[in-house]
Nanobody, 125 residues
């Protein structure tokens, strides 16, 4: 069982930066692939970034590649999403998620077993 709690969201101007944090509980955190997803009201939840259990592999949606960086600090059960050059279209609720499924594609929402409650990110123009 893994519990996830996101923090770090807020209001920022376009071009600014934010760092989201995800605190995980559970002794097996280091065995999970971790992901960040986001959702805008009325739209489907979409993949943002993922990182493998040991942090060796990272994956990004095309829309954030080069601007966002996912990282993890397994010793403290933390996952981060550093967001730079933010755009108004990045406005969404951002969710942290964990999966032990390494067969499914990293962007497949259904593969993730555990989800946080989400943190709002608002980018003003």
């Amino acid at each position: 069982q893994v519990q996830l709690v996101e923090s770090g969201g807020g209001l920022v101007q376009a071009g600014g930066s934010l760092r989201l944090s995800c605190a995980a509980s559970g002794r097996t955190f280091s065995s999970y692939r971790m992901g960040w997803f986001r959702q805008v009201p009325g739209k489907e939840r979409e993949f943002v970034a993922a990182i493998s259990s040991r942090g060796r592999n990272t994956y990004y949606a095309d829309s954030v590649k080069g601007r966002f960086t996912i990282s993890r600090y397994s010793a403290k059960n933390m996952v981060y999403l550093q967001m730079a050059s933010l755009k108004p279209e990045d406005t969404a609720v951002y969710y942290c998620a964990a999966t032990s499924d390494y067969v499914s594609h990293y962007a497949r929402i259904e593969a993730y077993d555990y989800w946080g409650q989400g943190t709002q990110v608002t980018v003003s123009s």
